[in-house]
């Protein structure tokens, strides 16, 4: 991707990112609570005092200010820079892919996938501070994917609806099925209703993407349950937040589905992707 503009586009995504991340840093401090995520302003957790517009600025103000409150001093997480970051940076890998799809400009699916990794992110965290993925985040996915892909559909003339349904449907299957099969000890219900959004969409795109996708979430989430058993850091059964896999799978079946698959099925994986 040589052209400038393009590259305007990644930066600019970026850019706003930070900011979209800053306002999830709230919605993960808020909605688990019931709190509202407009009101009040955000304040120090230890001195109460409220945040100015100018120690509010993405990755910016904790960089200024060391990570510490600038009334108390008090040190304030590097979660919140973090988040940011990684918002950012997730904002400007949408940006990529969606350039690098054939036959058009832009992939009329950005907006989609834009909203569905911030909410994701906001997922990620609340799940791993309070083991559950809330309705309000998880619920409003779902328009947002059938609005989005219509919206997709007619900005590309093309309608993959039955390959979406059918991978939503295998990512039901096998998230719901590890819920029953662990009496819901496993994971939460939570994520048995995140588990088809993310499968409709990565559908949409290929079956490269489904498919890499779920197996990246199910490998993932394997590999750590199990690095945390041997670690004595959880028990056979304690629920391991399964949320962050989910988001983690999604966002691997997005950007590397497609080529992953190309390649297993060329038979030449290590070449393929050597030469990519
Ligand atoms: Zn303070």
Known sequence: MTDPLAWLVVVGLGAMGLIVGSFLNVVIARVPAGASIVRPRSSCPACGAFIESRDNIPLVSWLLLRGRCRHCHAPISIRYPLV????????????LWSLGQPGTDISPLLPTLLVVVSAGVALVFIDLDCHRLPDSIVLPLWPVAVVGLIFAGVMSGEWPIGRALASAGLWVLVIGGIWLATGGRGMGFGDVKLAPVLGLILGWIGWGPAAVGLASAWFIGGGVALVL???????????????????????????????????????????????A
């Open 84 to 95: 940011e970051m990684l918002t950012g940076v997730l904002w400007a890998l949408m940006g």
């Open 229 to 275: 058993l041997i670690a004595g850091r959880a028990r056979r059964r304690q629920a391991i937040p399964f949320g962050p896999f989910l988001v983690i799978g999604f966002i691997l079946g997005v950007l590397a589905g497609t080529m992953l698959l190309d390649a297993y099925l060329s038979g030449t994986g290590l070449s393929a992707i050597g030469g």
